[in-house]
């Protein structure tokens, strides 16, 4: 999968005659703005080309929380969480 991509921004760079680095910054900033707005609270919904709108709640960022100090718990202790047994967000 990451190859169709690479090769698809290589193909968009050549096309565009733009440097393959600013083709990589256009397609990241969808993602840097999401993380951006999870990380603000805001709860802002976010258009993402091809995916989808994606619209955070309260209930959605607790499941996130709580699933990252579980796998920071289990990090530290060598063992695999609970909480995680799969890399799915149950109920989003």
Sequence with gaps: MQNKVEDLLKEIAKK????LHVI???YNS???MTR???SSLEFKTIKLPSWGKYIPSQDKLSKIDYKAKEERK????GRASE???DNSIQGS
């Design 83 to 85: 909480g995680n047994k």
């Design 16 to 19: 565009y005659n733009k440097p």
């Design 74 to 77: 289990a990090e530290k202790y």
């Design 36 to 38: 951006d707005s999870i």
């Design 30 to 32: 969808q993602f840097k």
């Design 24 to 26: 990589l910054e256009i």
